[in-house]
């Protein structure tokens, strides 16, 4: 029997819990008191797992362009893809390598900006019609999703083995991913047979709903994913849960989302 697996203190808040996933590891979570962007974005200097980081780029979002940022040599434009008329940039690795999404003629890409600036179209999902890379690893790994008649397709790009489907959790129809770390492992939102919920993906496992029976006992719906760095440490938004406890009668205002942050613990 395995044992128990060892629970942090530090990490603990007042509604936490511990999510196990069947695997040789599982997430202690606690109610945050900022938002995920606040998280992100807190004393860059002196978070080593920081990805953005201000003393090498910055990167502006427009319309209609992407601008690339750095001490040595301000601002320059990435461009779009060939016959395209917008960009737009999500995240980029250590090596300056950029991933986001850029138009062209046949509908909106997925992109990666190389570290000399040139724009590579990743493609689509067979069947599908647009695609937008989210996140990118240090590997040059590259996650995010395509859309097509079906709905939108969680994928994973890599330079050896092209844009795979990372699956769609039961009962759901569509799937996102929305960050990915540096040992492979991704993160995200996935429709399910009781509605959106944060799932993390591994070669091993595959994809793996980060809700479950302890999380609901606490009244606890992970929605959605959004960040994950090289301890595993994921940051996820979530909500109340209150299930039957309201009357049928009785509505009340939607709640402000919640953020969450799972720390891995190893099982023995």
């Given at each position: 029997?395995?044992?128990?697996?060892?629970?942090?203190?530090?990490?603990?808040?007042?509604?936490?819990?511990?999510?196990?996933?069947?695997?040789?590891?599982?997430?202690?979570?606690?109610?945050?008191?900022?938002?995920?962007?606040?998280?992100?974005?807190?004393?860059?200097?002196?978070?080593?797992?920081?990805?953005?980081?201000?003393?090498?780029?910055?990167?502006?979002?427009?319309?209609?362009?992407?601008?690339?940022?750095?001490?040595?040599?301000?601002?320059?434009?990435?461009?779009?893809?060939?016959?395209?008329?917008?960009?737009?940039?999500?995240?980029?690795?250590?090596?300056?390598?950029?991933?986001?999404?850029?138009?062209?003629?046949?509908?909106?890409?997925?992109?990666?900006?190389?570290?000399?600036?040139?724009?590579?179209?990743?493609?689509?999902?067979?069947?599908?019609?647009?695609?937008?890379?989210?996140?990118?690893?240090?590997?040059?790994?590259?996650?995010?999703?395509?859309?097509?008649?079906?709905?939108?397709?969680?994928?994973?790009?890599?330079?050896?083995?092209?844009?795979?489907e990372l699956g769609i959790l039961a009962g759901g129809n569509s799937s996102r991913a929305l960050a990915i770390n540096d040992s492979g492992t991704v993160v995200g939102s996935s429709d399910s047979a009781s509605g959106g919920h944060a799932f993390v993906w591994e070669k091993q496992t595959g994809i793996v709903d980060l809700n479950e029976a302890s999380s609901g006992a606490l009244g606890v719906v992970l929605v959605g994913a959004h960040a994950i760095n090289r301890k595993g440490e994921i940051l996820?938004?979530?909500?109340?849960?209150?299930?039957?406890?309201?009357?049928?009668?009785?509505?009340?205002?939607?709640?402000?989302?919640?953020?969450?942050?799972?720390?891995?613990?190893?099982?023995?």
């Amino acid at each position: 029997m395995a044992a128990k697996p060892t629970v942090a203190k530090e990490h603990l808040g007042p509604r936490s819990g511990v999510i196990p996933t069947g695997r040789r590891s599982t997430w202690v979570f606690s109610l945050a008191e900022t938002t995920v962007p606040q998280m992100l974005l807190t004393t860059p200097e002196k978070s080593p797992e920081h990805r953005i980081r201000e003393r090498r780029f910055f990167l502006s979002c427009g319309l209609t362009k992407v601008d690339w940022w750095t001490r040595k040599t301000g601002a320059r434009d990435l461009g779009t893809l060939p016959g395209g008329s917008y960009s737009r940039a999500h995240d980029l690795n250590d090596s300056d390598e950029v991933a986001g999404v850029a138009a062209s003629p046949a509908g909106d890409r997925a992109v990666l900006w190389t570290k000399s600036g040139d724009a590579r179209d990743l493609g689509t999902l067979p069947g599908d019609l647009t695609s937008e890379a989210m996140a990118i690893n240090n590997a040059g790994d590259v996650v995010g999703y395509s859309k097509g008649p079906s709905g939108m397709r969680a994928f994973l790009w890599t330079k050896g083995g092209g844009m795979q489907e990372l699956g769609i959790l039961a009962g759901g129809n569509s799937s996102r991913a929305l960050a990915i770390n540096d040992s492979g492992t991704v993160v995200g939102s996935s429709d399910s047979a009781s509605g959106g919920h944060a799932f993390v993906w591994e070669k091993q496992t595959g994809i793996v709903d980060l809700n479950e029976a302890s999380s609901g006992a606490l009244g606890v719906v992970l929605v959605g994913a959004h960040a994950i760095n090289r301890k595993g440490e994921i940051l996820a938004m979530g909500q109340m849960d209150h299930g039957g406890m309201a009357p049928e009668d009785h509505r009340c205002a939607p709640a402000p989302p919640l953020s969450f942050l799972l720390t891995p613990t190893n099982m023995p």
